[in-house]
């Protein structure tokens, strides 16, 4: 099993910043890929960014290249999602997924262990 708890969600203007975090715990997996995902109101998840827990393999959706980072603390089996610039269109219900192996993707069907969910608001 694995246990995933994300937090830093909250309501921002257009224009400003938000970091998330992925607190990873369980022995299922030794090395395995992490995912950052969304899903507005209406819409169907999303796969945003995606990384290794040996922090590599950084892979990115064209909706948020260039505005959002993905980086680990292995360590503390902690995963972040900085985003900046953030619009309206932003606004969405942010998951963290993992899956064993290292073999990154933004394919959710490929991810078995979930968190809750952070909810992210952007005002215009």
């Known amino acids: 099993q694995m246990q995933l708890v994300e937090s830093g969600g909250g309501s921002v203007q257009a224009g400003g910043s938000l970091r998330l975090s992925c607190v990873v715990s369980?022995?299922?997996?030794?090395?395995?890929?992490m995912a950052w995902f969304r899903q507005a109101p209406g819409k169907e998840r999303e796969g945003i960014a995606g990384?290794?827990?040996?922090?590599?393999?950084?892979t990115y959706a064209f909706s948020v290249r260039g505005r959002f980072t993905i980086s680990q603390d292995g360590p503390k089996n902690t995963f972040y999602l900085q985003m900046n610039n953030l619009t309206p269109e932003d606004t969405a219900r942010y998951y963290c997924?993992?899956?064993?192996?290292?073999?990154?993707?933004?394919?959710?069907?490929?991810?078995?262990?979930w968190g809750q969910g952070t909810q992210v608001t952007v005002s215009s």
């Open positions: 997924a993992v899956r064993g192996g290292l073999d990154v993707t933004l394919y959710q069907s490929l991810y078995r262990y």
């Open positions: 369980g022995n299922a997996y030794t090395r395995y890929s």
């Open positions: 990384i290794t827990s040996l922090g590599g393999g950084t």
